[in-house]
């Protein structure tokens, strides 16, 4: 299967947070890896810009950062085609001044990083080497870019806890899925990219639904040079 990150494109929400929470309260805040039960937790509300249509996607202000925001309609869809990675909690809504209910925040639970293919995919790598001396008041960095691979989940975890200092940084360049993966739906959490990723039949039928207002599919096997550059591949596809 051929699968897309989901890239929400302006539908940003904003918060307002509510002065009845109190100290003690539990409070949902960004997606994380460990897993817990958040049906007891509070979440500030969420602005949407007001007049026009409600849409299907939103992203979540700051304080929620790598959840999403999902109508009731795209989450029925989402959940059509794989049920059990993602739970879905409600989410207060805000358009104008009045309370808009039907939306529902997004708490992954299962993360598919096993079915990322490493041998193909490709990551950036950008290492620092501090140079300067102690005396100096201004630290300075040699600094070295590569595109590097690894073996498997393992070899990737290893790397990270055994060969990279607190200022290097490796993010996902080329992601590639497995051959046989049955999901439409993924949630990579320790690889990246941390959007909604989905398969092509997933993205297909948001767009026959007319659920793809305001996203857009990026491929996740492109880099994002090779889409969003100059000349990149993403004009063939959005203006």
């Not at 046989?180 to 990723?197: A, E």
């Not at 398969?199 to 889409?227: A, T, V, Y």
Request: charged share 35%; glycine share 4%.
């Amino acid at each position: 299967m051929n699968y897309f990150e989901v890239h929400i494109i302006g539908n940003v929400c904003k918060i307002q947070y509510n002065s009845d929470f109190k100290d003690e309260d539990l409070i949902m805040g960004s997606q994380e890896r460990e897993v817990k039960d958040l049906s007891t937790y509070k979440i500030h509300s969420q602005i949407l810009k007001a007049g026009g249509k409600f849409l299907d996607f939103y992203r979540p202000s700051s304080n929620l950062s790598m959840r999403v925001i999902v109508s009731t309609k795209a989450k029925s869809l989402i959940e059509s085609f794989r049920k059990d990675n993602i739970r879905y909690y409600p989410c207060p809504v805000i358009r104008g001044k009045e309370p808009v209910k039907g939306f529902w925040i997004t708490d992954k639970v299962i993360f598919d990083d096993e079915w990322v293919d490493f041998r193909k995919s490709e990551f950036f790598f950008r290492k620092r080497k501090l140079i300067s001396e102690e005396s100096q008041p201004r630290a300075r960095y040699e600094v070295t870019e590569q595109i590097i691979q690894f073996k498997n989940l393992n070899d990737f975890i290893n790397f990270r806890e055994k060969e990279m200092w607190h200022m290097d940084e490796r993010s996902p360049y080329k992601i590639f899925i497995k051959e046989g993966c049955p999901y439409h739906i993924l949630s990579i959490h320790i690889t990246g990219p941390r959007y909604l990723i989905v398969s092509e039949e997933l993205k297909n039928e948001l767009q026959k639904q007319k659920m793809d207002k305001g996203i857009e599919f990026k491929p996740l096997e492109i880099s994002d040079e090779e889409w969003y550059g100059p000349n990149g591949l993403r004009k063939q596809f959005y203006k």
